[in-house]
């Protein structure tokens, strides 16, 4: 069985720290992988999906960035936050097609101070 | 652009009653709708999925239809149990493995 892993659970960090956030998925080959946040009374905002490795699409300007060096690995990262950068982050993976439904980690809770 | 609407944004129960939870989208051409359940702090959790071509799907106390056509989908829970109380969110996918455009969830209190 297919399954999704995001660490860590929570992180309290500085205004203009690095941040690296991982999620990996294991059980399946080649997955559509996506990167949401959740901040405070707002709905969910992609912020970037991949379909392959080193392909990643952006959808809203901002100081993150994502990577995809393995199949199954997809990477926030920021060189800097932002107080703005505070929410819940979200990993998902989909397949490509067919059947795509999707399935989330368990996220990650940022604060930033 | 699509938009995903859901209202109402809160709904508060007995228990033992039915619950309708309503999603719009403006755009039809969807390749699929999905429902999640998400717990406060938590990630969320995959309920049922309607392909564009169904017209209804079910599992257990859950049953969501889809009506392309008019852009609504209703998630139907029966006889409601404190247990169901979360935040439910529904999404649609434009095209196979694209993004899922969410709306902004009904937040659901079932009250013993």
């Known amino acids: ?113 | 652009k699509q938009e995903v609407t859901q209202i109402p944004a809160a709904l508060s129960v007995p228990e033992g009653e039915n619950l309708v939870l309503n999603c719009s989208f403006t755009d039809s051409a969807i390749y699929n709708l999905q429902w999640f359940r998400q717990d406060p702090g938590k990630g969320l959790t995959s309920l049922l999925l309607i392909q564009s071509s169904q017209r209804e799907q079910t599992s257990g106390r859950l049953n969501a239809s889809l009506d392309k056509s008019s852009g609504r989908s209703t998630l139907y829970i029966a006889a409601s149990q404190p247990g169901d109380s979360a935040t439910y969110l529904c999404a649609v996918m434009k095209a196979a493995g694209n993004k899922l455009t969410f709306g902004g969830g009904t937040r659901v209190l079932v009250k013993p």
Request: charged share 10%.
């Open chain 1, 1 to 113: 069985s297919q399954t999704i892993h995001q660490w860590p659970a929570t992180l309290v960090q500085p205004v203009g720290s690095p941040l690296s956030l991982e999620c990996t998925v294991e059980g399946t080959s080649n997955p559509n992988l996506y990167w949401y946040r959740q901040a405070a009374g707002r709905g969910l905002q992609l912020l970037f999906y991949s379909v392959g490795i080193g392909q990643i699409s952006s959808e809203v300007p901002q100081n993150l960035s994502a990577s995809r060096p393995q199949d199954r690995q997809f990477i926030l990262s920021s060189k800097k936050l932002l107080l703005s950068d505070s929410g819940f982050y979200l990993c998902a993976w989909s397949v490509l097609e067919g059947w795509t439904e999707a399935f989330f980690g368990q996220g990650t809770r940022l604060t930033v101070v």
